[in-house]
Nanobody, 124 residues
Framework: QVQLVESGGGLVQAGGSLRPSCAASGRTCSRYAMGWFRQGPGKVREFVSAITSSGSARKLADSVKARFTTSRDNAKGTVYLQMNSLNPEDTAVYYC?????????????????WGQGTQVTVSS
């Protein structure tokens, strides 16, 4: 019932920034906690961030919490992942996901809906 479409990935040099976004179908995504995950080549899909349905709280993976943050604009039905100080280890396909039930879910199997992913490539 929920369709998620990521955009805003691309190629960036090490040390640069990107701000992918995820647009949800329908009028609002305010019912759902929203997460970002990433999957690099030959790697498992790993948790990056989560934000509560209201946007009042967020959680970042330890590996990125000093550099990334997530936000949402429920009026626009959009969530964002602000990525700063990127390094080549951040190269991955980044996926947004929506969870109907959780608060700040961190596991892949917590989420009910997934976007198609957007490629982020960080060059050295």
């Amino acid at each position: 019932q929920v369709q998620l479409v990521e955009s805003g990935g691309g190629l960036v040099q090490a040390g640069g920034s990107l701000r992918p976004s995820c647009a949800a179908s329908g009028r609002t995504c305010s019912r759902y906690a929203m997460g970002w995950f990433r999957q690099g080549p030959g790697k498992v899909r790993e948790f990056v961030s989560a934000i509560t349905s209201s946007g009042s709280a967020r959680k970042l993976a330890d590996s990125v919490k000093a550099r990334f943050t997530t936000s949402r604009d429920n009026a626009k039905g959009t969530v964002y992942l602000q990525m700063n100080s990127l390094n080549p280890e951040d190269t991955a396909v980044y996926y947004c996901a929506a969870d109907r039930n959780g608060y700040l879910p961190t596991s892949v199997n917590d989420y009910d809906y997934w976007g198609q992913g957007t490629q982020v490539t960080v060059s050295s």
